[in-house]
């Protein structure tokens, strides 16, 4: 064993663990082994990046491109009708169909786009035959796994080993040369579901006295239980003010579903909408959200005069004016998103630009050179800015001029924690008053007054007490919300789900799309309510609901999320062309080309026909096919480059370093003598079985075109040791990269269900172990009869 067979082991099983624990993105993964080899020595630098030009990279993002036009232009809706038509109220017969039809899609185009063209079909079929969406979304994800086996572009494992065969000088697969072993998988999958998987599919219970769409409302996302009413009182301070200024969410983390006036129900309210006395409001959320809110007792505001200001500046503090320097760093953030008192150990009390002055209403203002910024803080902290470049001048002030000039006391406020308030013992970060209520605390007083107590400009983990002074800055109109919220009273007036909904307004489930690039983010750093104006009520997430509107904004997505969102069907609908989600509600589906899907169709056909006849190169054809979809108008120029997934394409390019690694340094060689080549001493079959396990456990965990990627030189390596058919041992690989049956993290189609159907990991496991072993079965008998090896 020489120095550069230990050190791409080493890769290799470093890049295993990373895979396995996803610690880095699988993307991040291959270019860190692409680097390790590069500069280790391994492969030359100048070969590193070969895999990037590598025919099979070239034909997945072809075939990516091509899938896109057959979604664009509704292929799949057309196919799900058919398959609606022939399966008619038979949940045996539906099963069976729509596994073909995925079987069938998977095997002509990339198998995690037929998976998401038929995920609203199947939603759809499910909800008119009254079948819960777990009963057919395994049979769905599997279905499509099995179906890419079935030919060369029908997934990227099958890709890649053609290419890795070509480059060993035997020639490469045919279009249809998986077509035999694949096909006989994709039968043998659909009829163990039939007789015996769809009784291991979980179903989860639900009130079978409601509607139909109650029931799926209800049960997936608890809604009955998180629906209440609270009225507004008479004389409430609410009276006369719109949503956004009533701070309903922010302070409450809760959400407004509907209005009830006079009798009437208004539905998904506007932001501006505008509150009145007596009316009747149905949220979503923790039922106990104002208990909370109430628990926190009167906070007197004892005074609002201008000796608040001098109390405060006299406890060491000072005040400056300072100027926004005009190449300052600062220009064009807002002073929310600079936490500019922590940065700068100093507080804005007011901002002036020109003659308009900002006084507590300025944190999503965002700064220009010139502005003059008012300060609060300690004079030695102050007197550093005159030396910071964002800043070009440094000058102080009294308190009667600023006050004067500014209105300061019309901002400032002193108000009391009572005994026994809820607040006693919370953060300021934890008490919100800044984030609900605009409400912020410069200083807390405590022990009664002046002294050592006291904590000036305090920090978000400063810990409230009952009986504290706390000198605020706000606007007095939000001290007087935060008096009305407290008095809201509960209304025992709750409509049911159906009674919320309207031909304008409605529910829908949305989950993120394959190539969706917000895996990872919240939906408050992607604007998501501004952008679309709906409201986010739950998040389905690995057989459990995450409720609350706080939770809700801090969560961040992950892919098989299924997200439950309420407001206006019309930008439901416009959701629907964000490439970013995938929109199930089938009536809110995306409005198809479908006057395309001909041509869509013939182009498809054509790329089929070009490879199978072997008039041209699969990744000419695909090329040409994708372009063809562009240049007819199936597609648009802009949708292009977002329907292929670049992280894949990474992933090839830096797998297919390793690849060529193993080869070169003799640890494919080694891997086969030592470790398969053992497995070969007890025939045959046991050399299959072992090539098999070791791909499909694999699979389980690591990307499959990885595990081609790894397993395939060991594969050709065995084939050259032992004398044996390299097409045959390469066919065993390409199926065993694609049983991801037994976990939901082998492959993007079982996440891609996951959220919708509401399942657990031992859902698949369950479902899928029995359908493993009988692959196994096939490989080993079946796959040397059509491939002698």
């Known amino acids: 064993m020489n120095a550069d067979v230990i050190?791409?082991?080493?890769?290799?099983?470093?890049?295993?663990?990373?895979?396995?624990?996803?610690?880095?993105?699988?993307?991040?993964?291959?270019?860190?082994?692409?680097?390790?080899?590069?500069?280790?020595?391994?492969?030359?630098?100048?070969?590193?990046?070969?895999?990037?030009?590598?025919?099979?990279?070239?034909?997945?993002?072809?075939?990516?491109?091509?899938?896109?036009?057959?979604?664009?232009?509704?292929?799949?809706?057309?196919?799900?009708?058919?398959?609606?038509?022939?399966?008619?109220?038979?949940?045996?017969?539906?099963?069976?169909?729509?596994?073909?039809?995925?079987?069938?899609?998977?095997?002509?185009?990339?198998?995690?786009?037929?998976?998401?063209?038929?995920?609203?079909?199947?939603?759809?079929?499910?909800?008119?035959?009254?079948?819960?969406?777990?009963?057919?979304?395994?049979?769905?994800?599997?279905?499509a796994l099995l179906g890419g086996m079935t030919t060369l572009i029908g997934t990227g494992p099958n890709i890649l080993l053609s290419t890795v065969l070509e480059r060993s000088g035997q020639g490469s697969f045919g279009l249809f040369s998986f077509t035999p072993v694949g096909a006989a998988a994709l039968v043998l999958g659909v009829l163990y579901m039939i007789l015996a998987g769809r009784h291991l599919l979980p179903d989860r219970p639900t009130d079978g006295d409601e509607a139909a769409g109650d029931v799926d409302l209800r049960g997936r996302y608890d809604l009955g239980e998180t629906l209440f009413c609270l009225r507004i009182p008479r004389g409430s301070a609410l009276d006369g003010r719109s949503l956004v200024q009533a701070r309903l969410g922010r302070a409450l983390g809760i959400d407004l579903l509907a209005v009830r006036r006079n009798g009437q129900l208004l539905r998904a309210p506007e932001p501006e909408f505008l509150l009145a006395s007596r009316d009747i409001l149905i949220f979503e959320g923790r039922p106990d959200a104002v208990d909370g809110l109430r628990a926190w007792g009167h906070l007197a505001?004892?005074?609002?005069?201008?000796?608040?200001?001098?109390?405060?500046?006299?406890?060491?503090?000072?005040?400056?004016?300072?100027?926004?320097?005009?190449?300052?760093?600062?220009?064009?953030?807002?002073?929310?998103?600079?936490?500019?008192?922590?940065?700068?150990?100093?507080?804005?009390?007011?901002?002036?630009?020109?003659?308009?002055?900002?006084?507590?209403?300025?944190?999503?203002?965002?700064?220009?050179?010139?502005?003059?910024?008012?300060?609060?803080?300690r004079e030695d902290r102050l007197q550093q800015l005159r030396y910071a470049d964002e800043f070009s001048s440094l000058?102080?002030?009294?308190?009667?001029?600023?006050?004067?000039?500014?209105?300061?006391?019309?901002?400032?406020?002193?108000?009391?924690?009572?005994?026994?308030?809820?607040?006693?013992?919370?953060?300021?970060?934890?008490?919100?008053?800044?984030?609900?209520?605009?409400?912020?605390?410069?200083?807390?007083?405590?022990?009664?007054?002046?002294?050592?107590?006291?904590?000036?400009?305090?920090?978000?983990?400063?810990?409230?007490?009952?009986?504290?002074?706390?000198?605020?800055?706000?606007?007095?109109?939000?001290?007087?919300?935060?008096?009305?919220?407290?008095?809201?009273?509960?209304?025992?007036?709750?409509?049911?789900?159906?009674?919320?909904?309207?031909?304008?307004?409605?529910?829908?489930?949305v989950t993120l799309a394959p190539s969706s690039n917000i895996v990872g983010k919240t939906l408050g750093e992607i604007f998501f309510r501004e952008s679309y104006?709906?409201?986010?009520?739950?998040?389905?997430?690995?057989?459990?609901?995450?409720?609350?509107?706080?939770?809700?904004?801090?969560?961040?997505?992950?892919?098989?999320?299924?997200?439950?969102?309420?407001?206006?069907?019309?930008?439901?609908?416009?959701?629907?062309?964000?490439?970013r989600f995938l929109v199930l509600t089938a009536e809110l589906r995306e409005v198809f080309r479908v006057g395309r899907a001909p041509l869509a169709s013939a182009i498809m056909v054509g790329v089929i026909l070009a490879a199978s006849l072997n008039l041209l190169p699969v990744y000419i054809a695909a090329l040409l096919g994708a372009l063809l979809m562009v240049f007819s108008g199936c597609l648009k120029g802009n949708e292009v480059y977002p329907l292929i997934e670049w992280r894949v394409v990474v992933l090839l390019g830096g797998m297919l370093a390793l690849g060529l690694a193993m080869e070169e340094s003799g640890t494919a060689e080694l891997i086969a003598r030592e470790v398969v080549g053992r497995a070969a001493e007890a025939g045959p079959r046991v050399l299959i079985a072992t090539l098999f396990l070791l791909c499909a456990l694999a699979a389980q965990f690591v990307p499959t075109s990885a595990v081609a990627v790894l397993v395939a030189p060991i594969a050709l390596s065995t084939a050259t040791e032992l004398d044996l058919s390299a097409r045959a041992l390469l066919m065993v690989v390409a199926v065993g990269s694609s049983c991801a049956f037994l976990s939901p993290f082998g492959h993007p189609v079982n996440l891609l269900v996951m959220g919708v159907g509401g399942y657990k990991v031992t859902d698949y496991t369950r479902v899928g172990a029995p359908l493993f072993l009988l692959l196994l079965l096939l490989v080993v008998f079946y796959l040397p009869v059509v491939w002698p090896i």
Do not use: C
Not at 326 to 342: A, E, K, M, Q, Y
Not at 550 to 565: E, H, N, P, S, Y
């Open 301 to 377: 505001n004892h005074e609002e005069s201008e000796d608040t200001l001098w109390r405060l500046v006299e406890d060491a503090t000072a005040l400056a004016k300072i100027e926004i320097a005009p190449n300052s760093s600062l220009i064009g953030s807002t002073v929310r998103s600079l936490d500019f008192r922590n940065r700068f150990q100093a507080h804005i009390v007011a901002l002036r630009r020109g003659d308009e002055i900002r006084s507590a209403s300025f944190q999503e203002t965002r700064l220009e050179a010139g502005d003059t910024l008012l300060l609060l803080g």
């Open 395 to 509: 000058g102080w002030t009294d308190i009667g001029t600023a006050t004067r000039e500014y209105d300061l006391h019309r901002w400032l406020m002193r108000l009391q924690i009572p005994e026994g308030s809820a607040l006693h013992g919370q953060t300021l970060a934890e008490s919100r008053l800044s984030h609900a209520f605009d409400l912020t605390v410069l200083e807390i007083q405590r022990e009664g007054g002046s002294g050592n107590g006291n904590i000036f400009l305090p920090q978000a983990s400063d810990v409230l007490r009952s009986g504290d002074g706390l000198i605020v800055e706000g606007n007095p109109e939000s001290y007087a919300v935060l008096g009305a919220l407290q008095a809201l009273e509960a209304a025992d007036a709750r409509p049911s789900l159906r009674e919320i909904e309207s031909e304008r307004v409605g529910f829908g489930e």
């Open 533 to 579: 104006g709906l409201t986010l009520l739950a998040i389905w997430r690995g057989g459990r609901t995450i409720h609350s509107n706080i939770r809700l904004g801090g969560t961040r997505l992950q892919f098989g999320d299924a997200l439950l969102v309420y407001g206006q069907r019309k930008k439901i609908q416009l959701l629907a062309r964000d490439p």
């Open 7 to 143: 050190i791409v082991l080493a890769i290799i099983a470093v890049a295993v663990v990373l895979f396995v624990t996803e610690w880095v993105r699988y993307d991040g993964v291959a270019l860190i082994v692409l680097l390790a080899l590069a500069i280790s020595g391994v492969i030359p630098m100048s070969r590193a990046i070969e895999g990037f030009a590598n025919p099979a990279v070239v034909t997945i993002a072809a075939v990516l491109v091509l899938s896109g036009g057959l979604y664009r232009t509704g292929v799949a809706n057309l196919v799900g009708a058919q398959v609606m038509r022939l399966a008619g109220d038979s949940p045996v017969r539906v099963t069976g169909l729509m596994m073909l039809t995925a079987g069938l899609m998977s095997g002509l185009m990339n198998n995690i786009a037929a998976t998401a063209l038929l995920l609203p079909v199947v939603l759809d079929i499910a909800r008119r035959l009254g079948m819960r969406p777990s009963r057919l979304l395994i049979p769905l994800s599997f279905a």
